[in-house]
């Protein structure tokens, strides 16, 4: 992630400027030679890469199959003790080096899959049910940074509409492209990433004895909440932002610069920086982390899908917002005339949106068991997990 921030910084600061200074033709051919270098690179380097040997041939098909086994059992009573469900011995994981995963009390239903019916037909394992369970509980989670995925949208959106009308000098002969303050959203995380690794976890460390810092739900937490204080933030400057417009009588000059500092959206491009250390690095990590072991790479389209989706969602607020409040002739909170619209209110609704996610974030987070395996090998031998139990209410367990 630090190296994609690195590259953020350079393209934003840098062919911004030039696509507005020197052409656009120069702005994208220089990305087009970085990316047919990077090519040649991935190209030569692919020989040389050592591929992970997958144990299952189809490891998404044991999901299907356990949601399938369950409903065909649903009518089955299930045994009181859960060391009763059809389970493989410790020497099968052992020798085939896959994790074996504990019995969970969530969406017990699924437990009737392992449920033994017939001698001649083999229930679904307890590992199995386990990772169908991790699939349904990380997509609970994913649900709730889809509104958060929406927030960081504006930074292209509705942020840099708003810089367009103002005041971008930087010396009487200068002028900042209003895109290239997206930069210094960059440049927080890439300040903040080693605050992050280097002092925030130590310190966490000692106070909680998490190897982590934080757990990784906690560490959503947060950044939910700077989040939350950076649209408040948004809010205030554009209620600014409209008294002066007002002072000034620009309401009908779409085209005019109002004379107030683009420095002004500062404060809110930082914070959403911050808080994508703990968002976006926080994301990846927690779906790589709890996909099953040979589901892996779920966990990155579960982190990509989110960041697309809330895109769209974003797309289709501003539509539906536009559609509501344009009815009967009303003004538009989000017209083509920026100066004549009421992005405040939008950014009050996207207030209140946000804090009603945290909400269920944290109902979500309290119902969310992280997984938890029996033992793992290293080094040839098998050594327990040893995950002890947290409490807090953003995380059952460590």
Same mark, same amino acid.
Request: proline share 5%; with cysteine.
């Given at each position: 992630?630090?190296?994609?921030?690195?590259?953020?910084?350079?393209?934003?600061?840098?062919?911004?400027?030039?696509?507005?200074?020197?052409?656009?033709?120069?702005?994208?051919?220089?990305?087009?030679?970085? *990316? !047919?270098? &990077?090519?040649?690179?991935?190209? #030569?380097? $692919?020989?040389?890469?050592?591929?992970?040997?997958?144990?299952? @041939? +189809?490891?998404?098909?044991?999901?299907?199959?356990?949601?399938?086994?369950?409903?065909?059992?649903?009518?089955?009573?299930?045994?009181?003790?859960?060391?009763?469900?059809?389970?493989?011995?410790?020497?099968?994981?052992?020798?085939?080096?896959?994790?074996?995963?504990?019995?969970?009390?969530?969406?017990?239903?699924?437990?009737?899959?392992?449920?033994?019916?017939?001698?001649?037909?083999?229930?679904?394992?307890?590992?199995?049910?386990?990772?169908?369970?991790?699939?349904?509980?990380?997509?609970?989670?994913?649900?709730?940074? *889809? !509104?958060? &995925?929406?927030?960081?949208?504006? #930074?292209? $959106?509705?942020?840099?509409?708003?810089?367009?009308?103002?005041? @971008? +000098?930087?010396?009487?002969?200068?002028?900042?492209?209003?895109?290239?303050?997206?930069?210094?959203?960059?440049?927080?995380?890439?300040?903040?990433?080693?605050?992050?690794?280097?002092?925030?976890?130590?310190?966490?460390?000692?106070?909680?004895?998490?190897?982590?810092?934080?757990?990784?739900?906690?560490?959503?937490?947060?950044?939910?909440?700077?989040?939350?204080?950076?649209?408040?933030?948004?809010?205030?400057?554009?209620?600014?932002?409209?008294?002066?417009?007002?002072?000034?009588?620009?309401?009908?000059?779409?085209?005019?610069? !109002?004379?107030?500092?683009?420095?002004?959206?500062?404060?809110?491009?930082?914070?959403?920086?911050?808080?994508?250390?703990?968002?976006?690095?926080?994301?990846?990590?927690?779906?790589?982390?709890?996909?099953?072991?040979?589901?892996?790479?779920?966990?990155?389209?579960?982190?990509?899908?989110?960041?697309?989706?809330?895109?769209?969602?974003?797309?289709?607020?501003?539509?539906?917002?536009?559609?509501?409040?344009?009815?009967?002739?009303?003004?538009?909170?989000?017209?083509?005339?920026?100066?004549?619209?009421?992005?405040?209110?939008?950014?009050?609704?996207?207030?209140?949106?946000?804090?009603?996610?945290?909400?269920?974030?944290?109902?979500?987070?309290?119902?969310?068991?992280?997984?938890?395996?029996?033992?793992?090998?290293?080094?040839?031998?098998?050594?327990?997990?040893?995950?002890?139990?947290?409490?807090?209410?953003?995380?059952?367990?460590?």
């Amino acid at each position: 992630m630090f190296s994609a921030f690195t590259g953020s910084v350079f393209a934003t600061l840098g062919l911004v400027y030039i696509q507005e200074n020197l052409g656009w033709g120069l702005g994208y051919g220089i990305p087009t030679f970085g *990316l !047919i270098l &990077s090519l040649v690179i991935f190209y #030569i380097g $692919t020989p040389m890469y050592r591929h992970k040997v997958r144990r299952t @041939r +189809h490891p998404a098909g044991h999901l299907l199959r356990v949601v399938l086994a369950a409903f065909a059992n649903s009518k089955l009573e299930l045994p009181s003790d859960p060391l009763k469900l059809h389970e493989l011995d410790q020497q099968y994981y052992v020798s085939t080096r896959k994790p074996r995963l504990h019995h969970t009390h969530v969406f017990r239903w699924l437990d009737k899959a392992a449920i033994s019916t017939s001698p001649s037909r083999p229930p679904c394992t307890v590992t199995q049910v386990e990772e169908t369970k991790l699939v349904l509980a990380m997509s609970m989670i994913w649900l709730v940074t *889809l !509104i958060p &995925s929406t927030i960081w949208a504006q #930074i292209n $959106t509705l942020f840099l509409k708003q810089g367009t009308t103002l005041d @971008r +000098h930087l010396g009487p002969n200068f002028q900042i492209p209003a895109a290239s303050l997206g930069s210094f959203v960059t440049l927080s995380m890439l300040v903040f990433v080693p605050i992050y690794d280097r002092y925030f976890v130590p310190f966490a460390r000692k106070k909680t004895g998490n190897p982590r810092g934080v757990t990784l739900l906690k560490r959503l937490g947060i950044g939910f909440m700077i989040q939350i204080v950076a649209i408040a933030i948004a809010y205030t400057v554009e209620v600014k932002r409209i008294g002066a417009i007002k002072v000034h009588r620009l309401m009908k000059s779409p085209e005019a610069i !109002i004379p107030m500092s683009i420095f002004n959206l500062l404060p809110q491009y930082v914070l959403l920086g911050v808080a994508d250390v703990f968002n976006a690095i926080g994301l990846l990590e927690f779906f790589y982390d709890q996909s099953p072991e040979d589901m892996q790479s779920l966990g990155t389209t579960f982190f990509t899908s989110g960041i697309g989706v809330g895109n769209f969602l974003n797309s289709f607020l501003v539509t539906v917002v536009d559609g509501i409040t344009g009815r009967n002739g009303g003004k538009k909170w989000i017209g083509k005339n920026v100066n004549d619209s009421h992005f405040d209110y939008y950014y009050g609704f996207l207030l209140i949106l946000s804090t009603l996610n945290l909400g269920a974030f944290v109902l979500a987070s309290k119902k969310y068991v992280y997984k938890t395996e029996s033992a793992e090998i290293k080094d040839g031998f098998v050594q327990s997990e040893g995950r002890g139990l947290d409490m807090s209410p953003l995380g059952l367990q460590v």
